[in-house]
């Protein structure tokens, strides 16, 4: 009988730890699954974050480090210097790369550092009770703007396509099909471009249905309207070229 699908060797046989509707699940099992394609697993390293994003690691079927808050550019950075062999996926959150570790985020894509950056964007403190964060777009209910954000968002991909050293820069989603398998070809090609020592960040527009107060089945309706409003699709730069 010919197999046509299975679990892929990169992700352990637990379940997952993530609420129902959040985005986090599909993303961690992409990056399994193109791990377990390009033959990479053994040489794979996941930084994770302080927040939801760290949940990821009890996924992980493969080497991983926990961070401090924001640092996890600056660790994934380190140990490629020490293990230039190694595939560093620096996993974080908008918490993370777009609060209070902006200046890691910068400065590593800055410096042009030999990782690959997936950047879940949920548009709120997750983890903490949903509170509006940089990356909440304007008019969004969050327990700290119960009348609609005011604040324009920060936009992490249009902003590092300007600088030099990025090779790959893009954003995607998962909220359907389709988006699903954009956002695993740019993982892939993300993971290729590193092999040659390059630098790339990929944003993934995600949604907290539990602080948000979404249902679960609403989820990819909510991505549709922040995707058309906020955070367009897309590629910024590609091979080192801005598109």
């Not at 996941?46 to 926990?66: E, Q, R």
């Amino acid at each position: 009988m010919e197999c046509v699908y299975k679990r892929p060797e990169s992700l352990t046989p637990y379940p997952m730890m993530f609420c129902p509707g959040c985005h986090h699940a599909i993303l961690i099992k992409l990056v399994a699954e193109v791990l377990d394609e390009m033959n990479l697993r053994e040489r794979a390293v996941l930084a994770a974050p302080i927040g939801c994003g760290g949940m990821t690691v009890p996924s992980a079927n493969f080497d991983t480090i926990f961070t401090l808050h924001g640092r996890v550019p600056s660790a994934g950075s380190a140990i490629k210097r020490l293990n230039p062999e190694s595939l560093i996926i620096c996993y974080q959150g908008d918490g993370d790369a777009g609060a209070i570790g902006t200046a890691e985020t910068v400065h590593t894509a800055r410096r042009g550092e030999a990782v690959t950056v997936i950047f879940v964007n949920n548009s709120v403190f997750g983890m903490t009770g949903g509170q509006a964060a940089p990356t909440t777009p304007v008019g969004t209910w969050t327990i700290t703007s119960k009348k609609g954000n005011r604040e324009v968002p920060l936009k992490l991909p249009e902003m590092l396509a300007t600088l030099d050293e990025p090779d790959y820069v893009a954003r995607c989603a998962v909220n359907n099909p389709k988006h699903i398998i954009q956002c695993k070809k740019a993982i892939k090609h993300a993971f290729e471009r590193q092999l040659e020592g390059k630098y790339s960040f990929i944003e993934v527009v995600s949604a907290c249905v539990t602080t948000m107060g979404i249902k679960a089945e609403k989820s990819p309706e909510f991505i549709d309207k922040v995707i058309k409003t906020d955070f367009p699709l897309g590629e910024f730069k590609r091979d080192g070229k801005r598109l």
